[in-house]
């Protein structure tokens, strides 16, 4: 099963230039319980973006470059969402976590989300993918809660997918 997990501002900004526009500890800490134990999916760029391969998690990298290769049994390099698709166990719960293009390619497959809104509007470059309504549902939502180490406020949802119109 295909999980999406993201960080999103008001206006879908993800990130500009390869990084993120904000600093939520209480973000950083959720992402690692849910992740934690699980494979997660990414972009080169996404992976090229973190400080080191991030403990007790099996990284999946798809990028287009044939010739990128990391040298860890903790990373895994494909070329396709096809070859990702031949990958996944359908009992096993793997988290997207980005960039922009692979949420825009994955999002078709993914049965659920994890989103941290942020009540702000960025200036960014990297957008996350509008959430129809009509395909997804929220099962859970916090009340909006003020950052302890920021003037950001934020709300975590979780979303369901309503409908089977997977790719």
């Known amino acids: 099963m295909l999980t999406i997990i993201a960080a999103v501002a008001k206006n879908n900004v993800i990130g500009k230039d390869n990084k993120l526009l904000w600093n939520l500890p209480e ?3 959720r992402f690692k319980e849910i992740t934690k134990g699980h494979t997660i999916i990414m972009g080169r760029k996404t992976f090229e ?3 080191k391969i991030l403990p007790d998690r099996h990284h999946i990298v798809i990028t287009r470059n044939k010739t990128f290769k990391v040298e860890d049994d903790r990373v895994t ?3 396709s969402i096809e070859k990702l698709m031949n990958l996944i166990k359908k009992d ?3 988290f997207v ?3 922009a293009d692979i949420y825009n390619q994955l999002l078709p497959y993914a049965e659920k989300m994890y989103i941290t809104v942020l009540d702000y509007e960025f200036d960014g470059d990297a957008f996350f993918p509008v959430i129809d309504s009509k395909l997804w ?6 009340k909006q809660i ?3 180490k920021s003037s950001l406020f934020y709300r975590f949802i979780t979303f369901k997918r309503i409908s089977d119109n997977k790719k």
């Open 77 to 79: 390099v494909i070329n």
């Open 146 to 148: 003020k950052s302890s």
């Open 92 to 94: 096993e719960e793997y």
């Open 97 to 99: 976590i980005g960039g």
């Open 27 to 29: 973000d950083l800490k």
């Open 137 to 142: 549902r929220a099962i859970d939502s916090d």
């Open 49 to 51: 973006s973190l400080p």
